[in-house]
T-cell receptor, first 114, second 108 residues
Framework: GAGVSQSPSNKVTEKGKDVELRCDPI?????LYWYRQSLGQGLEFLIY????????KSGLPSDRFSAERTGGSVSTLTIQRTQQEDSAVYLC????????????FGPGTRLTVL | DAKTTQPTSMDCAEGRAANLPCNHS???????VYWYRQIHSQGPQYIIH???NNETNEMASLIITEDRKSSTLILPHATLRDTAVYYC?????????FGTGTSLTVIP
């Protein structure tokens, strides 16, 4: 079956512009996660959606970052007024029930802010 | 305030067992230990997880000490395709803290 997909695979933008990153989780998975991985670093948790519950936004680094999950499926991570330090690979994962279940990761979106 | 500590890098000869250690001395009673790995330029891949009993699956074995303060991931017969960064994770609330992991290089 289809795994987690993300688009675009690469995004180059200018400092100050807004970007939207998309994640399509595995069908039927109720939990969805966003992580950020800067060059040579481990994964940094950003946000976690579980069903219809309010998302856990505690990992978002600033108010320029926001995320939505529509209809319990597709999610969009939005970064406003991008900065060079936002350059990273943004990874999305989904799991069947919650964060203790196996997380299946997408290939990531590589964001470069010039 | 990492909840896990791992060696930065390790080498292993092809065909031999790779033993990757992890310390998680502050683990709570109901927190699981998870292992994921990340092959270059790919998203992380689940390997195994456990609570207090040793676990084995088709990929690896997980040995957790009786006090649960450390664990070891064992790849019984390492292949070149096992070269990756291995992350030992203990959940923190609703979050997985991946840390920087152990970079395992399998040598021919």
């Amino acid at each position: 079956g289809a795994g987690v997909s993300q688009s675009p695979s690469n995004k180059v933008t200018e400092k100050g512009k807004d970007v939207e990153l998309r994640c399509d989780p595995i069908s039927g998975h109720t939990a969805l996660y966003w992580y950020r991985q800067s060059l040579g670093q481990g994964l940094e948790f950003l946000i976690y959606f579980q069903g219809n519950s309010a998302p856990d936004k505690s990992g978002l680094p600033s108010d320029r970052f926001s995320a939505e999950r529509t209809g319990g499926s597709v999610s969009t991570l939005t970064i406003q007024r991008t900065q060079q330090e936002d350059s990273a690979v943004y990874l999305c994962a989904s799991s069947l029930w919650g964060f203790t279940d196996t997380q299946y990761f997408g290939p990531g979106t590589r964001l470069t802010v010039l | 305030d990492a909840k896990t500590t791992q060696p930065t890098s390790m080498d292993c000869a092809e065909g031999r067992a790779a033993n990757l250690p992890c310390n998680h001395s502050t683990i709570s009673g109901n927190e699981y230990v998870y292992w994921y790995r990340q092959i270059h330029s790919q998203g992380p891949q689940y390997i195994i997880h456990g609570l207090k009993n040793n676990e084995t699956n088709e990929m690896a074995s997980l040995i957790i000490t009786e006090d649960r303060k450390s664990s070891t991931l064992i790849l019984p017969h390492a292949t070149l395709r096992d070269t990756a960064v291995y992350y030992c994770i203990v959940s923190r609330g609703n979050q997985f803290y991946f840390g920087t992991g152990t970079s395992l290089t399998v040598i021919p």
